[in-house]
Every structure is written in structure tokens, then in C-alpha cells.
């Protein structure tokens, strides 16, 4: 969540809500009524008392997964809730699957609409936030407010938050952040029981045109990393909203193809076990890990034996501040990326805002890097503050990584045991600008990956590939021109990129919104489309 939001009653029954900024550490006041804001504290007899009315959805600059736009007032007879997200946001994610379970138990009494309100500049473009609706696989209402008009009609000031309105149209409370899923089941369904029984409930389905019926096949779906292995020639592809694992040789012919394409967590033979979004991936000896991030699993792949099998994690994911476990008894939190180091995996937990280590002779794992709050401060291992780190890769005794929500490329220095930031300044401070340590701005980058002693860094949201020297922090730009686009030659476009790896001198570049591999030459700087063979 992007700002810190405490809830305070005082004896009038009036609710104070104290927002404190993250950056400058102000704290700014916001008074309302206790029967609005907090779905712990809602009594249905108060909500009833106290109506106010929910402002309409005006300013709205695209609609999707509709012909049309919605209105409060056309949706009156049905419970509403309104998901105010940007799409970098973790915490985000997070609740979809609790939307998608709303949605799923209540289909005639629930109308769900996300209010698309951007943090970084490059989601407030509607074809970007379609991307992301394909890519999160959301099928509700979603409106772009890029202007954030409807985000200050509700007076919202953090991500998420959702608004909970009752079929006559009034407001019935809010909550920021997630795990509001038993409280909002409870309400939905006092809520949808009391207006049924008044004969107020329209059971009508609302029409919907849904972005992923206008989309065609393609081989990949949303790519979102890759890992190159020079010293056995192959590739493996995170083929990640096709739930698999696709192992190539470095010239796309296809060797094998880990997971059915269904959704799950099933372990066994690479036909049979299934995925869920992996992303990122190490390899030692014979043995593939992957972080199967939104299962909240680490997966080992034996590439001789052709199994898959679990080795951390539930499966649920962890709450926050959790303080790790031992293999599949304990849960994680949205591992994202990972990588190998002396019998340890170094995984780069972007839910717990973390770096975390698991020793594979024990199986037991725990953070290694970071305190948990969500922030850009450099120190020692668990006195720093990380934000959403999403990529991880390893040199000379130092972890890189990118931290994605300070816009930032960080490295934990294995033997100083300290955190120190190469670019970045803060949650709020972020562009498509070169320079030295303090004029480089990226924007949400997602990967990063090392090669002769420079850092390369997958800047997602500006499309590019840059570079930062770490002997004097100089960032520049290595390809791309800041706009989205699929262009192969010397002057490539990228759509989002979001991992890289090495090996034998070409770069490859999970283009994730381009749903393709990408290989520049690293000599020519020439940019080609690796073409998977044999593939469905």
C-alpha cells in the first residue's frame, strides 16, 4: 500500500482517518462518518441511519470489459464495489483473487468495478491498463480514471481501496488495503438478504464485452522472465499467463515444456503439474527453481527426470511481516525472482517487500534483506527498506535488484552485509531520465541482469533496456526510445519488458506485452525476435 492509513474513532462516533505520507512523514486529517470508512467497524443498522449517497462515476476516460459506460444510478438494485488500483501495486494483485471469489458467490446480487487510478505515468495509458487486464486475467468493469476525478470524488488516498455501496446506491463503508474478503463476504450477503427481502434486488445480469474475447492466440502469453544457460546451451521462458515452463535451446528449438497449461499448484510429471504465473527462474546442476508467484511457491524442475515438485511454501500466501519457515509447512508472499548461490536461494519476495534466502539443505527459508515497510532506505541487512523488489541476479558478492516501487536498481553487498541504492530516490520519484546517481530516473523496472561488470536493467514502464555503470552509478540508456511498440533492428521498440539474461554475448529480454523473446546482439546492439520452434 502506498501510504500509511490509521483509523481512529472518538466518542461522537465520528471516524478520523490519519494518512501519513511516506515521503515527507506529514500527516494529514480527514474526518468522516465512522459508518464510512471501515468495513471492521460497520454495523448495518448505523450504515442504515447514516446514507450517504455515492458520487457517480464521472471523468473516466476509457471503460473496459464493457460496451459501456456504467452508471450509479443504472446500477441501482445490485450491491457495488469499487476497486480503486494501479496496476504496478502488489497489494493490488493481491485481492483479485478475493474479487474474483466475490464475484463468483455472488453473480446476480454483486457488480464489481475496478477505478483504474494510476501511481506512474505509463499506467495511465488505456492501452496499457488493457494490457494489464489481459495480463491479471480481471473480467469486471474497469474504468481508466486518468484523472483521477473519481479517485477525489470517493476522497481516496491510498492503493487499494475498496468501496463498498448498497443496491439503493449509498455508500456502506471502505477499507484500504487487502485481506477484507470475510468481512466484505458478511456484508455482501446481510446487505443482498435485507434488499431481497424487500423486493429491491435486480437479479439482471449487467452486459459485458470482455477485452480477452477481442484478443487472438499467440505461442507466448505475457512472458515475464527468462533465464539463458550458457554452459548447457538452453533457455528457459517463463510463458507465464500460459501457467508453463518452455526449455529451448539458445536458438528457439524446443527441448521440453514443463506444465499443462492449466492453472494450479499439482506437482509430478512435467505434463501433469500446473502453474500459476511463474516468473522467475535459477538453475544449479540438473535442478530448475522457479518462483511460482502466484501460487506462493518455490518449484523445483528436475530437467533429467522431468518431474516438478514443490519444495517451499503453502500455497496461501503469507501474512505481513511473516518471518519465513521451513519447506511446504510455512507460506510465502509473491516470489517474483530468484537465484543460486553456494546451496541457497536468494529470492526476491516482492509481496513482503523483501529479499529473502532458503537454505536447500534444510529447506528452511527467512528474509534476508529488509524490514518489511514498504520505502527506498539503505543500511544494514534488516534496517533497510525495499519496495516491491522484482528481479534479482548476482556478481562479484553482490545481489542485484530491482526495486520496483522506488523506481530504483539496488545491490545487497554479501560480504559488507549492508544495502546500498545505485539509482532511485523514492515511492514517488521516478521518469525516464539519465545521468549520475542523482539525475537517473527509471520508471517500475522489472529485471535486471549483469554482463562485463555492467549492470543492465529491464526499465519496464519506459520500454527500454538502460544501463548503469556501478563504478561510478552513470546510467544511460542502452535501447529503446520510451515508447511502446515491437520493432526489431537497430532502433527496437519494446513493450514492457520485464526480465534479462546472458549468454554468449546476446542479451534476451522477456518483452512481456510483446508476448515475445527478444535477442540483441551485444556487439551490434542489432535487436531480433528469437522464433520458438515447434511450438503450439
Known amino acids: 500500500m502506498e501510504s500509511i492509513c490509521l483509523n481512529v474513532k472518538n466518542e461522537a462516533g465520528m471516524g478520523i482517518k490519519l494518512f501519513i505520507c511516506p515521503l515527507s512523514g506529514k500527516v494529514v486529517f480527514i474526518i468522516l462518518m465512522l459508518s464510512i470508512f471501515c468495513f471492521g467497524e460497520i454495523h448495518v443498522a448505523l450504515a442504515q441511519n447514516k446514507k450517504v449517497h455515492a458520487p457517480e462515476l464521472a471523468g473516466g476516460t476509457a471503460w473496459f470489459n464493457v460496451s459501456k459506460p456504467l452508471t450509479i444510478a443504472e446500477l441501482k438494485g445490485k450491491m457495488v464495489l469499487l476497486d480503486f488500483w494501479t496496476y504496478c501495486c502488489i497489494n493490488c494483485m493481491h485481492i483479485i483473487p478475493d474479487l474474483k471469489k466475490l464475484e463468483a458467490k455472488y453473480p446476480k446480487e454483486l457488480v464489481v468495478i475496478g477505478v483504474h487510478s494510476a501511481k506512474f505515468e505509463n499506467e495511465r ?61 458478511k456484508l455482501i450477503g446481510e446487505f443482498s438478504s435485507r434488499y431481497r427481502s424487500k423486493n429491491l434486488i435486480n437479479e439482471n445480469p449487467i452486459s459485458l464485452s470482455l477485452e480477452k474475447d477481442k484478443l487472438g492466440s499467440s505461442s507466448l502469453s505475457y512472458p515475464g522472465k527468462v533465464l539463458a544457460d550458457e554452459t548447457s546451451s538452453r533457455l528457459f521462458i517463463a510463458d507465464s499467463n500460459h501457467n508453463r515452463i518452455i526449455i529451448t535451446d539458445l536458438e528457439g528449438e524446443i527441448i521440453d515444456i514443463a506444465g499443462s497449461g492449466k492453472m494450479g499448484k499439482s506437482d509430478g510429471s512435467f505434463a501433469e503439474a500446473n502453474f500459476k504465473h511463474p516468473q522467475g527462474m535459477t538453475i544449479h546442476d540438473e535442478n530448475l527453481y522457479v518462483a511460482d508467484t502466484e501460487n506462493h511457491l518455490i518449484r523445483k524442475l528436475d530437467l533429467q527426470a522431468k518431474t516438478v515438485t514443490t519444495i517451499a511454501g503453502t500455497g496461501n500466501q503469507a501474512e505481513f511481516m511473516a518471518s519465513g519457515g521451513m519447506g511446504v509447512s510455512s507460506p510465502m508472499n509473491s516470489p517474483w525472482d530468484i537465484v543460486y548461490l553456494d546451496d541457497k536461494l536468494y529470492i526476491a519476495m ?173 556487439k551490434t546492439k542489432e535487436v531480433s525476435t528469437l522464433q520458438i520452434k515447434g511450438i503450439k
Not at 125 to 152: C, F, G, K, M, T
Not at 180 to 185: A, I, N
Not at 368 to 378: N, P, Q, Y
Not at 421 to 442: A, I, S, W
Open 125 to 185: 495509458e488505456s492501452e496499457n491498463i488493457r494490457q494489464a487486464i489481459l495480463r491479471y486475467e480481471i473480467e469486471h468493469p474497469v474504468v481508466n480514471d486518468s484523472n483521477l476525478a473519481i479517485w477525489q470524488a470517493y476522497g481516496v488516498r491510498a492503493w487499494p481501496t475498496l468501496v463498498l455501496i448498497d443496491p439503493e446506491g449509498n455508500i456502506v463503508g471502505s477499507d484500504t488495503g487487502e485481506g477484507h474478503y470475510e468481512v466484505l463476504d
Open 350 to 522: 516482492a509481496g513482503a517487500h523483501q529479499i529473502w534466502v532458503m537454505d536447500l539443505d534444510t529447506k528452511v527459508f527467512q528474509p534476508f534483506a529488509g524490514s518489511g515497510r514498504e520505502g527506498i532506505a539503505d543500511g544494514t541487512l534488516d534496517g533497510c527498506s525495499l519496495a516491491q523488489p522484482s528481479g534479482i541476479a548476482i556478481n562479484d558478492n553482490k545481489l542485484y535488484f530491482a526495486d520496483s516501487e522506488v523506481s530504483a536498481t539496488r545491490y545487497v553487498d554479501l560480504v559488507k552485509m549492508s544495502v546500498k541504492t545505485l539509482v532511485g530516490k523514492g515511492l514517488f520519484d521516478f521518469g525516464d531520465k539519465d545521468g549520475n546517481h542523482e539525475e537517473t530516473r527509471l520508471q517500475h523496472p522489472l529485471g535486471v541482469t549483469t554482463y562485463n561488470g555492467l549492470i543492465y536493467v529491464a526499465d519496464t514502464y519506459n520500454h527500454k533496456i538502460k544501463v548503469i555503470n556501478p563504478t561510478d552509478n552513470i546510467c544511460r540508456t542502452f535501447l529503446g526510445n520510451g515508447r511502446a511498440g515491437y520493432t526489431d533492428g537497430k532502433e527496437p521498440q519494446f513493450y514492457e519488458p520485464g526480465g534479462l539474461s546472458v549468454a554468449n554475448n546476446r542479451l534476451y529480454v522477456a518483452d512481456t506485452n510483446n508476448h515475445a523473446i527478444r535477442v540483441i546482439d551485444m
